[in-house]
């Protein structure tokens, strides 16, 4: 069996983030690197719990490349599955900030990444199919032969318990909308769980109110939806439960990691057997954390963390 709690799968990078709030990039000074990218931060998110987390990805061969490697293996990912191939630079991106709640974001991925140049002849298939869990992201559906390789990883899981499609929907990645609720359509009949934002839920299903978007995941035979209401909290439905918590309130500075944050820790809680209303609060604790710091990846808080946090709600 694979000593990995969770495979993390899809995209990474290098954030560059301007240490200047409130103005734009044309007029930021100096700005911060941090290891980035949705699957990415869910991996570390995840070890720093405590648990066994390896990243699957593909950078360039160049020195963020390098750094993206040492970073992660600094964080806690096993750095084994983070290959490094000719084609395009380790891709970077910028944003600006602006609290509460305007974070531009600018990836430089064009016309592709190396992390959409992942192959199924690339993955290590075993370690994937025995992982407690296996996270990938709608991003990675976005390209070939990327979309390829996750469906590969999808058929060698055989739908088994903890296969997560975070519904992570970045316009600027596809072409068309509809190929990617086509796309989508095509990867809920692979997984058993699924976690996304109004939004994201309307590109998959086609609704945007969360009692009926997570009726529509569960019809596709999910065991579990999640629909993030923003400032309304977030709802988990299962076939014979649905919980809903409020929001964690913070001072936001960077909203950007959240969603990673809420997904590490849905992993850690969906792991520990804890209850549902339980998973909820932690994993919208981790988000709300992450949301009052700049960075994504090493803003990652701490199981202790959000113990504080939650005696103090």
């Not at 296996?134 to 559906?141: I, N």
């Not at 909308?177 to 997984?191: D, F, I, R, S």
């Not at 995941?217 to 809903?244: F, Y």
């Not at 809680?269 to 949301?291: I, K, P, S, T």
Request: hydrophobic share 40%; net charge negative; glycine share 10%.
């Amino acid at each position: 069996m694979s000593g990995f709690d969770l495979v993390s799968m899809g995209r990474t990078g290098v954030d560059i983030y301007p240490l200047e709030h409130g103005v734009g990039l044309e007029d930021v000074r100096t700005f911060q690197k941090f290891l980035g990218g949705s699957a990415t931060n869910v991996a570390v998110a995840a070890a720093r719990y405590g648990r066994r987390a390896a990243l699957v990805t593909r950078t360039g061969q160049d020195p963020f490349g390098r750094y993206v490697r040492l970073e992660s293996e600094r964080l806690g990912v096993d750095p084994r599955f983070i290959m490094a191939g000719e084609g395009p630079p380790t891709p970077v991106t910028f944003c600006e900030v602006f609290p509460p709640d305007d974070f531009p974001l600018y990836f430089y991925r064009y016309p592709t990444a190396p992390d959409l140049q992942i192959e199924a002849t690339d993955l290590p298939m075993q370690d994937i199919r025995n992982a407690e869990v296996f996270w990938a992201t709608v991003t990675g559906l976005s390209q070939e032969p990327s979309r390829g390789a996750h469906f590969a990883a999808w058929d060698e899981r055989a739908r088994r318990r903890h296969t997560i499609l975070d519904l992570d929907y970045r316009p600027m990645f596809w072409t068309d909308p509809q190929e990617a609720t086509e796309q989508v359509g095509k990867a809920l009949e692979h997984v058993t769980a699924a976690v996304g934002n109004r939004e994201e839920c309307q590109v998959a299903v086609g609704e945007t109110d969360p009692q009926r978007a997570a009726d529509a995941l569960l019809d596709r035979g999910l065991e579990l939806a999640i629909v993030k209401q923003g400032p309304k909290g977030v709802l988990a439905a299962t076939a014979e439960e649905r919980v809903e918590v409020p929001p964690y309130p913070v001072t936001v500075v960077n909203g950007l990691g959240a969603g990673d944050a809420f997904g590490g820790a849905l992993v850690h809680g969906l792991l520990a057997g804890w209850d549902l209303r339980r998973v909820l609060q932690v994993a919208n604790v981790a988000g709300a954390l992450v949301a009052s710091r700049l960075e994504c990846s090493t803003a990652m808080p701490t199981e202790p963390e959000i113990e504080q946090a939650l005696a103090t709600q």
